[in-house]
Structures are given as structure tokens and as C-alpha cells.
């Protein structure tokens, strides 16, 4: 991302929210929640809006531009690791916050 202050270049680390769909629907779920329930999926949420420049000098806090803010699994790139650990891994790195 390019800052808009100082228009110097970098990388920024971004955080992100994972909303897991549950395994089931609850039990006392009618056909209206059982549709919307099948609808459901697993997404993640961006959770950082500003980040701060890396600029010694320029320091100010700038809005995220460009990335999407909602993930989903179809989302990832092709050619990515099926394996579901590895997945995770590449997919949130150093998640910061829980």
C-alpha cells in the first residue's frame, strides 16, 4: 500500500476476523432458519481500517484502500494447499487480536 501523505511504499500487516459457520443448525430451527443455515458459510472480516505509515518522518494513519474487506473460501487463490492446517496457516499467518 502506498501512503497518501509522503506516497512511500509498503507492507502492512492486517488482522483479520474469522466467523466459522457452525456444524449444525440449532435444534428448535424451523424450514426458514434451516434454509438460511444452509446458505451460511465460513468468511473472514477485515478488522484493521487505518494503518500507520512506516515512514519515520510521516508516521500518519492512512485508510486501507483496495483490499477487500470480507473473505470468503472461494475467494483464495487457486492452487492453494488442501490440506486444512496449511490452509489456516497461509491464509492468517500472524493473525494479531483473537
Not at 66 to 89: H, Y
Request: glycine share 8%; net charge positive.
Amino acid at each position: 500500500m502506498t501512503c497518501p501523505h509522503c506516497n512511500q511504499t509498503g507492507e502492512y500487516q492486517l488482522s483479520w476476523l474469522v466467523r466459522r459457520k457452525k456444524p449444525q443448525p440449532p435444534h428448535n430451527a424451523d424450514e426458514h432458519d434451516r434454509a438460511r443455515f444452509a446458505k451460511a458459510k465460513t468468511y473472514m472480516v477485515r478488522q484493521d481500517d487505518l494503518v500507520g505509515c512506516k515512514n519515520i518522518r510521516c508516521r500518519k494513519r492512512f485508510e486501507v484502500i483496495g483490499i477487500q474487506s470480507v473473505a470468503t473460501e472461494e475467494a483464495r487463490p487457486a492452487g492453494t494447499n488442501d490440506d486444512r492446517a496449511a490452509r489456516i496457516k497461509a491464509a492468517f499467518g500472524r493473525r494479531t487480536g483473537g
